[in-house]
C-alpha cells in the first residue's frame, strides 16, 4: 500500500466551476507516485478569502488525527487564503510529520528543494507581517503629527456636571462613573485620575 494521502480541491463559485479537473490531476498525480488517495475534501462555491471553510477544517482535523501522512492540491491559492495562512497550515503539518505537496507549483515538503521552498515562504510571510507593523506606525506616526487622535474614540466632557460633582465632594472614583470617564486609579491630583477613554471605571 502506498503513503495514505489526501486531495484537497476547492472552487469558488457554483456556477459554471467544477472541482472535477483538479481532482482528476491530483489523482493521475497520485496514481503516477504510487500514493493511495484515503481521503478527499472538496469545497464547493467557496471563496479562498476565508480560512476556515467545511472540507477544510475537516481536512485539518483529519491531519491532527494523522488518517494521512500526505495532503495534495492543486495550487497553492485553492488551499490558502494567503502566505501566512499558507505558512501557518504547513508548519502545523510539519509538526504533525504530515507532509505537503503542490501540483502546480511543484512543491513537495518531503524533498530537500521543497522544503527550501518552503522556508523561502516563511520568510516572505515574516517580511510581509514586518512591512505591515512598520506601516502600521508609520500612519499612527503621521496622525499624531497632524494633531489626530490615535486609538479609541474620546469622549466629550461635560466640564460643568464635572465641575458640579466636584462641588458635591464626589470622590473621582464616583465621578468616574458618573459621567462614564476612566479613572485611573493612583493618579495625583483631584482630577487628574480621569480620562476621556470610552471605558468607564470598574
Known amino acids: 500500500m502506498g503513503t495514505r494521502t489526501a486531495i484537497y480541491a476547492r472552487v469558488s463559485t457554483l456556477a459554471g466551476q467544477s472541482p472535477q479537473m483538479q481532482l482528476d490531476v491530483l489523482r493521475e498525480y497520485a496514481a503516477r507516485r504510487g500514493l493511495e488517495v484515503a481521503a478527499e475534501f472538496v469545497d464547493h462555491g467557496v471563496s479562498g478569502a ?8 475537516r481536512l485539518m482535523a483529519g491531519a491532527r488525527q494523522r488518517a494521512f501522512e500526505v495532503v495534495l492540491v492543486y495550487r497553492f491559492d485553492r488551499f490558502a487564503r494567503g502566505v ?37 515562504v516563511a520568510a516572505l510571510a515574516a517580511l ?51 459621567t462614564g470617564l476612566w479613572y485611573r486609579g493612583g493618579s495625583k491630583g483631584p482630577v487628574s485620575g480621569l480620562t476621556n477613554s470610552p471605558t468607564p471605571a470598574a
Do not use: C, K, N, W
Open 128 to 178: 510581509e507581517r514586518d512591512i505591515l507593523v512598520e506601516r502600521s506606525a508609520e500612519g499612527q506616526r503621521r496622525a499624531r503629527a497632524r494633531g489626530t487622535h490615535v486609538g479609541r474614540p474620546r469622549r466629550e466632557v461635560d466640564e460643568v456636571r464635572l465641575l458640579a460633582l466636584l462641588g458635591e465632594g464626589q470622590s473621582v472614583r464616583a465621578i468616574a462613573r458618573a
Open 50 to 57: 476565508l480560512e476556515h471553510r467545511p472540507e477544510l477544517d
Open 84 to 120: 501566512r495562512h499558507l505558512v501557518t497550515a504547513l508548519d502545523e503539518f510539519q509538526a504533525l510529520g504530515v507532509e505537503f505537496v503542490s501540483y502546480s507549483e511543484s512543491l513537495d515538503t518531503s524533498t530537500p528543494m521543497g522544503r527550501a521552498m518552503f522556508s523561502i
